[in-house]
């Protein structure tokens, strides 16, 4: 069983940047891939990006590309979200999650999953 903690969330002003965290406990995580997703005030839950359990590749979705980006330390049971260049509309709860099986941008494909961190960004 994988535990899950999200940090770094907070308010930024449009323009500002965020790094958020995602602290895994409980197995083994280089055994996993990750991938970060969000949910928006009256909108569900929306794949953001994602990490092979190598780190070795990444996926985006087209709204954060080249503004976000994904990363882990295995050493330290770590993955990251960088968030640059932040816009209202990235204004959700951030979640990360778990999953065995190869990088996805499925929800279904995650087992474990965090309890989220808020992200506010004021224009």
């Known amino acids: 069983q994988v535990q899950l903690v999200e940090s770094g969330g907070g308010l930024v002003q449009a323009g500002g940047s965020l790094r958020l965290s995602c602290a895994a406990s409980?197995?083994?995580?280089?055994?996993?891939?990750m991938g970060w997703f969000r949910r928006a005030p009256g909108k569900e839950r929306e794949f953001v990006a994602t990490?092979?359990?190598?780190?070795?590749?990444?996926s985006y979705a087209s709204s954060v590309k080249g503004r976000f980006t994904i990363s882990r330390d295995n050493a330290k049971n770590t993955v990251y979200l960088q968030m640059n260049s932040l816009k209202p509309e990235d204004t959700a709860v951030y979640y990360c999650?778990?999953?065995?099986?190869?990088?996805?941008?499925?929800?279904?494909?995650?087992?474990?999953w965090g309890q989220g961190t808020q992200v506010t960004v004021s224009s």
């Open positions: 409980g197995g083994t995580f280089s055994n996993y891939a």
């Open positions: 990490i092979t359990w190598s780190g070795s590749s990444t």
């Open positions: 999650a778990a999953s065995r099986y190869s990088s996805s941008t499925y929800q279904n494909s995650y087992a474990y």
